[in-house]
């Protein structure tokens, strides 16, 4: 016998001719996920991919298979040869893991047969099988629909395979068969969910977060490096970049009429983040804006932001409400780390009355007075990469959070 995780693509099972891109894309991430066990195998087939575990820690496994975009569902299994009374064997290990955890009352078992030709056909496995459980978990009772417990076997061509358990896996698309984008991340609740939402749809993400010292602190940055450690989770490395955005802000500051502030320092982190996406081979920006939170995120101020540029903006939380928005951040582990009260450029000078529906002419006049080309080129050229990987910044992370 041997123990398998048995995985469900899912969505990608409609992909026809280019659906081998996209499972071998998965492969990859799931390697990368799972890269603390080397001694893990994986196989590819036609609708399932098969990892043996080779002794790595089962618990840990499916937790980090949990955050891969791309699988539909996963089940612990076990693989043995086609002897029936070694499937009786394998099925009361299973029955007895699952009474182990969680109350069972009711069960049934449920056969499938890509091979035809072994000798026992659907029914008589489910009967056998079932017959033969019934006498030795009395407590249990048959039930055919919705039991407790479905004991589930695969006839294969060379054995069988035998799982209980059904784990909903994160679905959405492997990161990295939707393109590159820049996802432009402060230090708040909503763009680390938004970049979690692009991820989910197979976009690889580069993280932009503009820094102004000594109007922020180093911690505010090092939360940044945090929250993109967290989305490392789902998709693997990301890269992150850190823009000097001071001379930028202060050069705001002078010139322009405080009402206006904050919609011109959007459009120069806009152009900026344009600028990188060329770099990073992006087809898109994406960011954290949710129509009517703030003053930069009524539509009229969105629409003189995205004026500076024709690049496709995705913002997935846009029509979302905050505590929706919350509600995905707990779940992807990156709430407690947003509300740790370090500001992000977003904050620095910020007006006591922004405008929330700025005037073209307005802009225009003020940003006449901005050198925006030698801005945007030194910002670009300031900027500093680091690629960051899962779990690479875990004892960064923990000396941050003593800090606070």
């Known amino acids: 016998m041997k123990e398998l995780i048995m995985i469900r693509y899912g969505e990608l099972s409609t992909k026809g001719k280019n659906k081998r891109h996209f499972v071998s894309?998965?492969?990859?991430?799931?390697?990368?996920?799972?890269?603390?066990?080397?001694?893990?195998?994986?196989?590819?087939?036609?609708?399932?991919?098969?990892?043996?575990?080779?002794?790595?820690?089962?618990?840990?496994?499916?937790?980090?298979?949990?955050?891969?975009?791309?699988?539909?569902?996963?089940?612990?299994?076990?693989?043995?040869?086609?002897?029936?009374?070694l499937l009786k064997e394998a099925a009361v290990k299973l029955v007895t893991a699952e009474l182990a955890k969680r109350p069972v009352a009711t069960f049934k078992v449920a056969t499938s047969r890509s091979d035809h030709r072994f000798a026992m056909d659907t029914n008589d496995i489910n009967q056998g099988l079932g017959g033969f459980l019934a006498e030795e978990f009395p407590e249990l009772a048959v039930q055919m629909k919705r039991p407790d417990l479905t004991v589930r076997v695969k006839v294969r061509e060379q054995n069988f395979l035998i799982s209980s358990e059904w784990i909903n896996g994160a679905g959405g698309l492997p990161v990295g068969t939707s393109a590159n984008a820049v996802l432009m991340l402060s230090g708040g609740i909503d763009s680390p969910v938004a970049g979690y939402l692009a991820m989910k749809r197979g976009i690889r993400i580069t993280a932009v977060h503009f820094a102004s010292p000594p109007y922020t602190s180093p911690q505010a940055l090092e939360?940044?490096?945090?929250?993109?450690?967290?989305?490392?989770?789902?998709?693997?490395?990301?890269?992150?970049?850190?823009?000097p955005f001071t001379e930028t802000q202060e050069a705001i500051k002078e010139h322009v009429n405080p009402a206006y502030l904050m919609t011109i320092t959007r459009r120069m982190m806009m152009r900026i983040s344009d600028e990188l996406r060329k770099h990073y081979n992006g087809l898109a920006i994406v960011n954290g804006e949710s129509i009517g939170q703030v003053a930069s995120q009524t539509l009229e101020s969105?629409?003189?932001?995205?004026?500076?540029?024709?690049?496709?903006?995705i913002r997935p939380v846009v029509a979302m409400d905050k505590l929706e928005i919350i509600d995905i951040s707990k779940k992807i582990d990156t709430f407690d780390l947003s509300i740790q009260p370090f500001e992000d450029c977003c904050t620095v000078f910020a007006p006591p009355s922004p405008k929330t529906r700025p005037k073209m002419s307005e802009i225009e006049y003020f940003e006449a007075r901005l050198d925006i080309d030698g801005l945007?080129?030194?910002?670009?050229?300031?900027?500093?990469?680091?690629?960051?990987?899962?779990?690479?910044r875990n004892k960064t992370e923990e000396a941050f959070l003593d800090l606070l």
């Open 223 to 243: 939360k940044a490096k945090s929250l993109t450690e967290k989305l490392t989770k789902f998709g693997g490395w990301i890269n992150f970049v850190e823009v």
């Open 302 to 313: 969105m629409f003189a932001i995205n004026e500076v540029t024709s690049t496709p903006i």
């Open 25 to 85: 894309t998965l492969a990859r991430n799931i390697r990368e996920a799972l890269s603390a066990y080397p001694e893990i195998t994986l196989d590819q087939q036609h609708d399932f991919m098969f990892l043996t575990l080779n002794g790595a820690p089962q618990n840990e496994v499916l937790e980090g298979l949990s955050k891969v975009f791309g699988i539909q569902s996963f089940s612990p299994a076990i693989e043995l040869a086609r002897d029936f009374d």
């Open 376 to 392: 945007v080129q030194r910002a670009v050229e300031g900027a500093m990469e680091e690629q960051i990987m899962p779990g690479s």
